[in-house]
């Protein structure tokens, strides 16, 4: 009785396992089929080459802290166009600074890696002309803050572990 | 944006179109699971059955908002990157120029309008119809058959009709028609099965399984397997018969006498959805028989360790399929 309940119970983690693999197969196909879904590009070229996605923005302007190349970039053209780009600091290997640029309309994450723990202040913010929005607080017991705002057919959002003028700098430096 | 992404921003991008989306996923993974847990445990009992097909409603109503309030970023793209099945994959995608999730749209639909042709329209009329009916005054009351329990009547008719009436004061009814073709036996076996009925509609869980399934109107798993539960209840009502009258041959008996033909109908071909539905009814009458002639009093035990491991399996899979 206990064995044919141990077998039973063996043969239903298989079950289940085998059910995850089949999932895992079904969600890889339509990439098998086209390209375009989310996934991640060594550097900054292949992204302009590979992602099909026209117009990246891309900071000019870094802070010291801060480590060139992005440690990850990810992008997606399906279901609409969405870049993720982050960078670690140099002297830390935490992330430092996310900028998103997703198209209108699309789900864009309400955080990414940095996470707030408190919104101290938020105000509306001119960013090169565009109205922006920009919120400062606390991240994990250090500053951080954010910027919103909308560029052509995009929002975009520059998150950074330090506080927002430096932040502002680096938002200023993706726009012409 | 081409009409593949905007389709699938719609099931992906927005509420109401990712609960579409992934209520059906949600169900379609738990009646997968759940159908497999049945065979591998070798579940017999139609009361335990059933709750695994409750389960299935369960999740297609509840999972999306359960797990959107566990964590809202589930629709980001970080979660979809690491997820096990990311549903805007397939809804974006264009096989020979026509989107998915047109697909998917016309399935919903398809869905949504047999729910309202064969579920909710009916119900509504047989509401309406049982408050402006009112029993035959001619029936007359068969006594001595359920001492203490429901009443039981004997209505004018030459169908073979047995039914019950719910309610603070519950009756069963049975034809005249009926009376005259089954033997005392099955009489007797037939008015257990409604008595039974009434009996559990005292926890009226149909009914508040019926009103998940309203909310789950597009999805056709959660029809399919509504269905099933209200078939599988058939059969909880045919054991507690059998097990009170000590007679499941009459049950068996009656249900042979009452659907005769039923049961050995086949496909016609080619199919059409009476077809389907007839052939289904004749199978599931069938089945009904067959418990009932090879009947033992069956393991009624809870399984509840392989209803919580399956139940785990499911949740643990389902929230990272979005």
Known sequence: ?176 | MSLSVLLGSCFTGSVLGMYLGQSFLHSLVAAVASGGAVRIWGIESPAVRQRFRLGVIIAAVFSFPVYQLIDPDRGSAYFRLGAVFDSARWLTLELAGIPLSIFFLLMIAATGAVFLHQELIPVIGHTLEARKKSMPESARPLNGILPGGPGVFVFQSDELLSFSIMGREPAIYISSGLEQVLDAGEVAASIAHEAAHIERNRKPMLTAVFFLRVLQFFNPVALFEFRKIVQEEEKICDGIAASATGRPEALAGALRKIYRGAETASPKSPLSLGDIEEYSHGLHIKSRIERLERWECCDERGRWPELAFTFFAIAAINYFMV
């Not at chain 1, 996605?53 to 440690?71: C, M, N, T």
């Not at chain 1, 705002?149 to 572990?161: I, L, N, Q, S």
């Open chain 1, 1 to 176: 009785m206990k064995k044919k309940f141990l077998i039973r119970a063996a043969l239903s983690v298989a079950a289940i396992a085998a059910l995850v693999v089949f999932l895992k197969t079904l969600n890889w196909l339509p990439s098998a089929i086209e390209d375009g879904y989310m996934r991640s590009y060594a550097d900054v070229s292949g992204l302009r080459l590979k992602s099909g996605i026209k117009d990246p923005h891309v900071p000019s302007y870094f802070p010291e802290g801060l480590r060139w190349p992005p440690s990850a970039i990810l992008a997606q053209r399906r279901p609409y166009p969405a870049i993720i780009m982050e960078f670690n600091g140099t002297k830390r290997n935490d992330v430092c600074l996310e900028i998103f640029q997703y198209a209108r309309g699309g789900r864009m994450p309400a955080e990414g890696r940095i996470k707030f723990s408190e919104i101290k202040e938020k105000a509306r913010y001119a960013l090169k002309g565009r109205p922006a929005l920009l919120e400062a607080g606390v991240c994990g017991g250090e500053p951080c803050s954010r910027i919103t705002w909308d560029e052509g057919t995009y929002r975009m959002r520059a998150v950074m572990k330090s506080p927002p003028f430096e932040l502002i700098r680096v938002a200023g430096s993706m726009l012409r």
